[in-house]
C-alpha cells in the first residue's frame, strides 16, 4: 500500500511542480557562479523527466530541448568562470611577471590591469631618465627584464633595480614629488600613466587596492633588501 501512495504522488506534474518551485528558489542565491550550477543540476533534472513523461507528451520536446539550451549556455558560461581565474587565461610571456609578482590578482584582474598599460624597451644607449628627482608624479613602472640604476647626488650610481622591482611607487603611493632619479640601461617595462591608473582606481576599485598592495609589499623587499647590503657594507668596513 505504502509503495503504491508514493507511485501516485511522485508523478510527472508533482514533479514538474517540485523542480518549478526549486528553479524559483534558486534566484535567491547571491553567487552568480552558484546560480549557474544549480541551473545546470535542475534543467538535467527536467531532462530526464521529460524522458520519462514520453516525448510524446504535450510540451516535453519544449522542455527538453529548452533544458539542453540552458545546460550549454550555463557550462559555457560555468567553463569561462573557472578558465578567467586560471593560469592558463594568460599568456605565456606574461606568466612569470604574474607568478613572481601579481598572484593577489586573479588572473582576469592581472589582464584587465597588464591592458591599462603599455610595454616600453629602452637599449643601454637610450639612457633614458624616467623619473626625475622633484617632479610630480607622472607613471609608475614595473620592470619586466632588464636593469635600472637609481641615481644618487653628483650624479653617482647608488643601487640597480631588477626584473620584479617598481619604479615611482614611492611617489604613486604617498602622493607626494619623486624623491631620487632612475636611469634606464638595457630595460623592458610595463608602465601605468597618472590617467590611467585614475581609471583604474575608479572603475576596477577592487585591482586598484590589490595593485597598492602588491607595491607596498614590494616596498619591504627592497628595505630588507637593503639592509642587508648595509650590514654586508658594515662587516666589510669592521674587517680594515
Given at each position: 500500500?505504502?509503495?503504491?501512495?508514493?507511485?501516485?504522488?511522485?508523478?510527472?506534474d508533482f514533479l514538474f511542480?517540485?523542480l518549478?518551485v526549486l528553479?524559483?528558489?534558486s534566484f535567491?542565491?547571491?553567487?552568480?557562479?552558484?546560480?549557474?550550477?544549480?541551473?545546470v543540476a535542475?534543467?538535467?533534472?527536467?531532462?530526464?523527466?521529460?524522458?520519462w513523461?514520453g516525448l510524446a507528451?504535450?510540451?516535453m520536446k519544449?522542455i527538453?530541448?529548452g533544458s539542453?539550451l540552458d545546460?550549454s549556455?550555463?557550462?559555457?558560461m560555468?567553463y569561462?568562470?573557472?578558465?578567467?581565474?586560471?593560469i592558463?587565461?594568460?599568456?605565456?610571456e606574461w606568466?612569470?611577471?604574474?607568478e613572481k609578482?601579481f598572484?593577489l590578482l586573479y588572473?582576469y584582474?592581472f589582464m584587465q590591469?597588464i591592458?591599462?598599460g603599455k610595454?616600453?624597451?629602452f637599449?643601454?644607449?637610450?639612457?633614458?631618465?624616467?623619473?626625475?628627482?622633484?617632479e610630480?608624479?607622472?607613471s609608475?613602472?614595473?620592470i619586466?627584464?632588464g636593469?635600472?640604476i637609481?641615481?644618487?647626488?653628483?650624479?653617482?650610481?647608488?643601487t640597480?633595480?631588477?626584473?620584479?622591482?617598481?619604479?615611482?611607487?614611492?611617489s604613486f603611493l604617498?602622493?607626494q614629488?619623486?624623491s631620487?632619479e632612475v636611469r634606464?640601461?638595457?630595460?623592458?617595462?610595463?608602465s601605468?600613466e597618472?590617467d590611467?591608473l585614475?581609471?583604474?582606481q575608479?572603475?576596477?576599485?577592487?585591482?586598484?587596492t590589490k595593485?597598492?598592495?602588491?607595491?607596498s609589499?614590494?616596498?619591504?623587499t627592497k628595505?630588507?633588501?637593503?639592509?642587508?647590503?648595509?650590514m654586508?657594507?658594515?662587516?666589510?668596513l669592521n674587517?680594515?
Open positions: 500500500m505504502n509503495l503504491i501512495a508514493i507511485n501516485k504522488i511522485l508523478t510527472p511542480i517540485v518549478s528553479e524559483s528558489l535567491l542565491t547571491t553567487s552568480l557562479i552558484l546560480f549557474r550550477i544549480i541551473t535542475l534543467a538535467l533534472s527536467f531532462v530526464f523527466l521529460a524522458l513523461t507528451a504535450a510540451g519544449a527538453l530541448l539542453i545546460i549556455l550555463n557550462l559555457w560555468i569561462r568562470y573557472f578558465l578567467a581565474r586560471s592558463r587565461s594568460i599568456p605565456s606568466i612569470t611577471p604574474y609578482s598572484s588572473p584582474e590591469l591592458k591599462q610595454v616600453i624597451e637599449n643601454e644607449l637610450d639612457n633614458r631618465f624616467l623619473i626625475n628627482n622633484g610630480e608624479f607622472k609608475l613602472y614595473y619586466l627584464e636593469e635600472a637609481v641615481m644618487g647626488e653628483n650624479g653617482l650610481e647608488y640597480s633595480l631588477f626584473s620584479g622591482d617598481w619604479i615611482s611607487e614611492m604617498s602622493n614629488k619623486t631620487s634606464s640601461k638595457s630595460t623592458k617595462v610595463i601605468w597618472k590611467s585614475v581609471q583604474i575608479k572603475n576596477m576599485p577592487e585591482i586598484y595593485l597598492t598592495g602588491i607595491i609589499g614590494n616596498i619591504c628595505l630588507c633588501r637593503a639592509t642587508k647590503d648595509n654586508k657594507l658594515q662587516r666589510a674587517t680594515y
